[in-house]
């Protein structure tokens, strides 16, 4: 069996990651499953970029297909920030707790439409013959005035989703991996996959 590795030490990020590609006759790899300790500088300036930086990193390593994504909230009233930093917001150590506690309140004044954000996320490729392949997915929201939910992680408790009437962090796993940026731009990822793999 094929595999991949996905450059991220992330498990909730890995939970999404298998569901959405578990009908692909691949193995999908973490960085520790895979047995990868890197660091890996993202310096780039847009999250395709960064996307790029990392799948390239691991894959001069390994010489296997490799896929990273990069991602983060835009939020609106803040000039898009956190944006590209969301990870490393407010410092690299610093909880999500404290951080969507920092935006909700940095949002105190911002009524209705002012609170409008969006979460992107950006999968690069990188294949073993060293050609790589970018897809992006969007979702739109805006904040909410306290977190709420349990079941996502990150940012995902301030994000709130108007046609849901929820945050991302209150809605079933298999209806935001249909939603959500990441389940977004790895849809559009699966497909580029199952012409490589010839499913």
Do not use: W
């Not at 990651?17 to 009908?23: F, G, K």
């Amino acid at each position: 069996m094929k595999k991949i590795i996905f450059a991220t030490g992330n498990e909730g990020k890995m939970k999404e990651i298998r569901m959405i590609l578990e009908d692909l006759p691949v193995q999908v790899l973490s960085l520790k499953e895979a047995g990868i300790n890197s660091d890996i500088v993202e310096d780039g300036e847009t999250f395709e970029e960064n996307a790029l930086i990392k799948a390239r990193t691991i894959h001069d390593l390994t010489g296997e297909l490799v896929l990273a994504d990069d991602s983060g909230l835009e939020v609106d009233y803040m000039n898009k920030a956190p944006g590209v930093y969301s990870a490393r917001f407010l410092g690299e150590d610093t909880s999500y707790a404290v951080k969507n506690q920092y935006i909700i309140d940095q949002l105190r004044e911002a009524k209705g439409g002012e609170r409008s954000a969006r979460f992107v996320c950006v999968i690069a490729a990188v294949f073993p013959d060293g050609t790589a392949k970018t897809c992006q997915g969007v979702i739109e929201g805006e904040i909410g005035y306290e977190p709420a939910g349990e079941n996502g992680f990150g940012y995902d408790p301030i994000f709130y989703v108007p046609e849901y009437g929820c945050s991302t962090a209150q809605l079933p796993p298999e209806i935001k991996n249909k939603i959500s940026h990441r389940g977004k731009a790895l849809e559009a990822m699966k497909k580029v996959l199952e012409e490589y793999l010839q499913v």
